[in-house]
Every structure is written in structure tokens, then in C-alpha cells.
């Protein structure tokens, strides 16, 4: 944890919230906004080439976890999924899709991972609805394989709402 830097900037408009969380110094910033409590904003900006992954978790742990993953692989494509954890492992894809909107873009040194979903998306089996008790965890690679992040590329901090 002492490399991990969090810095709040907070905005509450209405039912709005947002913040900003820097964490490892900067090498991974997480941006993220919750709309009328009904609409998750996450922008993820990290220092890799590789793929990035944000999820919400119970927990501070992977398992349990619902986890958007993406990048821009090396034909300059984009490519981003939606995720479910059963445990500490490769997370296997929802059978229910419920990334509203994205962006995956890379320049030479970081890639930006932009996507939008339901606060709650209905989707019991696989989705975590937005709280107060959930956690964001995070994590990233620097290859688009989805290797495995090994234990400095990921952590878990509370959502600040």
C-alpha cells in the first residue's frame, strides 16, 4: 500500500460524484463519476502498451469480482470485454454484455481505458451493482496476451462515494 497515492478530487453536484484516484505514483490514474446514481463514468489512464483492467469487487480481492478489460492490440485495434471473477484466476467473459460505451485508445507510452455501465445493471449472476461498500480493483500488463499481472500490476481501493 505505500505505493499507493491517492489523491481525491471530488466534485458532488446534485446526485453526482466524481473522483480521482493516483495510484503507484502515477503510473495508473483512475477517473471515475457516478451520474444521477445510475451511471458509472470510469476512465482509466495507465503507463503500459499492455491491457488494463478495472472492476468492482465486494471485496478487496479478485474473486467475486465484475471487471472490464481492454487495450489496443498490436494492429491498432481496440478490444474491451466485460469480465466476471470466480476466483483468483483468469476472469471468464459475461454471458450479459453491459458496457454501455467505450474507448480504448494507446500513444507511445500509455493506454486509456474509457467505459460506461449501469450503477445497477440487473445482471445478478455476473455484475456487481454500485455502493458504498464496493471496491474498485485494478490492474494492468504490459502485453495484450492477458497474462498474468503479477503482484505489483494490481491492487483494490474503496469507491469514494
Not at 474491451?80 to 484466476?89: H, Q, V
Amino acid at each position: 500500500m505505500s505505493s499507493l497515492l491517492i489523491l481525491f478530487l471530488t466534485c458532488l453536484v446534485g446526485n453526482s460524484f466524481s473522483a480521482i484516484e493516483v495510484i503507484q505514483n502515477g503510473t495508473y490514474v483512475l477517473d471515475y463519476s457516478l451520474i444521477n446514481n445510475e451511471t458509472l463514468v470510469v476512465k482509466a489512464t495507465v503507463e503500459t502498451l499492455g491491457w488494463v483492467g478495472v472492476g468492482l469487487s465486494q471485496t478487496e480481492n479478485m474473486a467475486g469480482a465484475d471487471i472490464i478489460l481492454g487495450g489496443v492490440n498490436e494492429n491498432g485495434e481496440e478490444y474491451i470485454g466485460d469480465y466476471f471473477a470466480l476466483g483468483n484466476s483468469r476472469p471468464i467473459e459475461d454471458i450479459i454484455n453491459n458496457i454501455l460505451t467505450y474507448n480504448v485508445t494507446e500513444n507511445a507510452t500509455h493506454t486509456t481505458l474509457s467505459f460506461t455501465r449501469l450503477a445497477d445493471t440487473g445482471d445478478i449472476d455476473e455484475d456487481l451493482p454500485v455502493s458504498r461498500s464496493t471496491y474498485i480493483i485494478w490492474a494492468y500488463h504490459d502485453t495484450d496476451s492477458f497474462a498474468h499481472h503479477g503482484v505489483v500490476n494490481r491492487g483494490s481501493i474503496p469507491l469514494s462515494l
